[in-house]
């Protein structure tokens, strides 16, 4: 052993007679050693990046490294997100300061399941060093397929354009989802997973702020804890982009509109989404159950499944593959654990705010809207051909643009709407007019605050406002002569509805504030021709299947063709 010292040291000190090439020859060595370290270290930095050491080497972590590979951003390497974009020093003491955490918490079983990830890097850190939120996106057009729990799973599609906007106030833009990210919102969130949020505060252009608090909350503004106030960034939505968990309900229709589970399987939607979501004590007992699908085709539905065996085979696999995906018992890991809180129908999500019952000092709220964040869904049967989507751009009436519409809008429905909307069978789910949306009527919007107590005592207030009480009609007296149908006598009136877009300067060139401007007609020509109602522009408009923004009820229009056919009168 002393040997081979004195030898290692010869090759580092070397005597004064020696040649010039001994003498370069520790200085090389040295260079040597450092490229060979600095080499290994970059490697052994790279490796202990990869998601592959994150989840199967370092830490065994199933749910984490499953659902990171089905995710969007499976190419994304765990640091990236979890230490975030810097300097390779920061990223190091970060490394070393997170591996001690989790180093530590494995030595002494000092976590608890299901894991909650801690100390994430904020969003400027790690989402905005890829995702711009100054870019304005463009609004973009989602479809949903749904599978309805019938025999033979009838598919449904859900349209609706979601508004992602962004973008700078100073370009004119600043709107739409990632408003929110591009303006100073702040919030208390009572728990951890961050589901409770009583307290908003909002900046405004001129420096002030308006302050939003949970009516049911019982939360007192008047002694913010600043210290507890959190910035709302990209995660405080997209909490679960990396790692998705689907629902049951989710997870079949996904399967069912990829063609994994054909929908051809009799009640396949109702029984694999009643197989999944019950409780089961282990992973394989889950498996087992999904596998006992076989029996029951089998049995009930013998002659499909002579014929078809090969499809519920397939559903079955597929449906495992689902569960294994979405359900780990071992780290009491499932959808319900880990809300996702970019939607507001498995979870609170966007109505941990948008409830309809945070409220300013102003009883403002922070808005509840089916419209707001996406235009108002679609719902078209798979049979339809064509899907119309309204996309509405004409002035509102003062009513909708109250904060709390949507809450108020149940009480003061009257015949008034349908001069904009259409209202068969109204507040059901027949998807026959526009008041009859199943995507807004057939679901039970749990996390909403439509009927929360305190609210309900304020909006009692706001609903007089609206509701105005339907005038007796005026009784001709006896033996009086009924007035003459003529623009000024009855005419005149019903186009005072249109007027707020049909003015001095109205859209195409229309002016129904006067006989003279209605009689000039349009851009596109006459609208009205005396006598002749059937080629009216006006009427054809009025009667046309797709209802027009401004429209006249049933009796109203009889009326108007009336006059036409008489001559379109003045006096």
């Known amino acids: 052993m002393r040997r081979f010292f004195r030898w290692l040291g010869g090759l580092f000190v070397s005597p004064a007679d020696s040649s010039p090439v001994r003498r370069i020859l520790p200085i090389v060595l040295t260079l040597f050693i450092i490229l060979v370290c600095g080499v290994a270290a970059t490697n052994v930095w790279e490796v202990t990046n990869q998601t592959t050491f994150c989840g199967l080497t370092c830490h065994t972590m199933p749910p984490e490294y499953t659902t990171h ?32 955490q989790t180093g530590t918490a494995m030595l002494f079983n000092t976590y608890r399941y299901p894991i909650i990830a801690r100390n994430m890097r904020p969003a400027r850190d790690v989402c905005e060093t890829c995702h711009l939120p100054e870019q304005f996106s463009s609004d973009s057009l989602v ?51 961050r589901q409770q949020i009583p307290y908003v505060r909002v900046q405004n252009a001129d420096g002030s702020f308006t302050e939003y608090v949970d009516t049911e909350s019982g939360f007192d503004a008047s002694n913010v804890d600043e210290s507890q ?15 998705t968990l689907l629902s049951p309900e989710e997870g079949v229709d996904k399967l069912m509109s990829q063609k994994v589970v054909s929908r051809m399987i009799p009640e396949i939607k109702k029984r694999a989404v009643e ?7 282990d992973q394989a007992s889950a498996l087992d159950a999904i596998a006992g699908l076989e029996a029951v085709y089998k049995d009930q539905y013998a002659e499909f499944y002579e014929d078809n065996g090969q499809l519920i085979t397939q559903a079955i696999e597929a449906l495992q593959t689902y569960y294994k995906d979405n359900f780990f018992h071992d780290q009491k890991v499932d959808w319900q654990t880990h809300p996702d809180n970019s939607q507001h129908v498995t979870s609170p999500g966007c109505f941990r705010c948008h409830d309809g019952k ?29 899907t119309n989507i309204e996309i509405a751009r ?20 009257n015949d008034s709407c349908q001069e904009c909307h259409t209202i068969q069978d109204p507040g059901g789910v027949s998807n026959t007019s526009f008041c009859s949306n199943s995507a807004c009527h057939a679901s039970v919007w749990q996390y909403a605050g439509f009927d929360a107590p305190n609210l309900r005592v304020i909006l009692s207030e706001e609903l007089k406002r609206f509701i105005t009480p339907t005038p007796e009609p005026t009784a001709t007296p006896a033996g009086a002569t009924p007035l003459p149908l003529t623009y000024d006598n009855q005419i005149q009136d019903l186009f005072k509805k249109c007027t707020a877009c049909h003015g001095e300067g109205g859209q195409a060139g229309l002016n129904l504030t006067s006989y003279a401007g209605l009689m000039k007609g349009s ?30 009820t049933p009796d109203e229009l009889a009326t108007l063709i009336e006059w036409i056919q008489a001559g379109a009168p003045e006096k």
């Not at 197989?275 to 004590?281: E, F, K, M, Q, R």
């Not at 102003?362 to 339809?384: D, F, K, M, Y």
């Not at 004409?394 to 429905?413: C, D, K, M, T, V």
Request: charged share 20%; hydrophobic share 35%.
């Open 358 to 386: 945070h409220l300013s000092s102003q009883n403002q709220a922070v808005r509840l809207e089916c419209n707001l964040c996406h235009s108002i869904p679609v719902v078209s049967q798979g049979t339809a051909i064509t």
């Open 394 to 413: 004409g002035p509102e009436p003062q009513s909708h643009r109250n904060s709390n519409w949507i809450a108020l809008h149940r009480e003061s429905f």
């Open 229 to 243: 106030l959190q910035r709302m960034d990209c995660i405080t939505c997209h909490n679960r982009t990396a790692h």
């Open 523 to 552: 851009v596109d020509g006459a609208v009205i021709i005396p006598g002749d109602p059937e080629n009216s522009r006006l009427v054809q408009i009025q009667s046309a299947a797709q209802p027009h923004f401004g429209q006249f």
């Open 69 to 100: 590979q089905n995710s969007v951003h499976a190419r994304v390497t765990c640091d990236e997100c979890h230490l975030g974009r810097a300097p390779i020093q920061t990223a190091i003491a970060r490394k070393i300061e997170y591996s001690w």
């Open 275 to 281: 197989i999944l979501s019950a409780d089961y004590p």
């Open 143 to 193: 479809e949903l397929k749904e599978f309805a729990a019938d025999d033979n799973n009838t598919l449904s599609y859900t349209y609706l354009i979601l508004k992602t906007g962004g973008g700078t106030r100073r370009e004119g833009l600043g709107n739409g989802i990632h408003w929110h990210i591009e303006n100073p919102v702040d919030y208390i969130a009572l728990d951890e997973e």
